[in-house]
């Protein structure tokens, strides 16, 4: 199972910005597993930005990016978005996309099973 992130890039604060994941492999069944968005800053641990289930499209959210990022699916292209609006410089991160096997709605890093590479995003002040 492969996923690649894409579309980071350096935003000013208030911006707006989406970054994507491609997942590809067979042995992964894209509509029926959870995914994710989680984020590390330098120095920091990573941690938990947003996650969507299938099928209901439920999602969940961190307080810290509630009401400003959004969180989508597309099964029929195996990709899931993130789009991040009213970026702060607090949201500069590189931002990881996330898989896991099986279950509901997954906030821990322990709880997804595959990785992207991840994407760099910068908000300036």
């Known amino acids: 199972v492969q996923l690649q992130a894409s579309g980071g890039g350096l935003v000013q604060a208030g911006g707006s910005l989406s970054v994507s994941c491609l997942v590809s492999?067979?042995?992964?069944?894209?509509?029926?597993?959870?995914m994710g968005w989680f984020r590390q800053a330098p120095g920091k641990e990573r941690e938990f930005v947003a996650a969507?289930?299938?099928?209901?499209?439920?999602?969940m959210y961190a307080d810290s990016v509630k009401d400003r990022f959004t969180i989508s699916r597309d099964n029929a292209k195996n990709t899931e978005y993130l789009q991040m609006n009213s970026l702060k410089p607090e949201d500069t991160a590189i931002y990881y996309c996330?898989?896991?096997?099986?279950?509901?709605?997954?906030?821990?890093?322990?709880?997804?099973?595959?990785w992207g590479q991840g994407t760099l995003v910068t908000v300036s002040s």
């Open positions: 492999g067979r042995t992964f069944t894209f509509s029926r597993y959870p």
């Open positions: 969507v289930v299938w099928p209901g499209g439920a999602t």
């Open positions: 996330a898989g896991a096997g099986a279950g509901g709605l997954r906030t821990t890093v322990r709880q997804y099973d595959y």
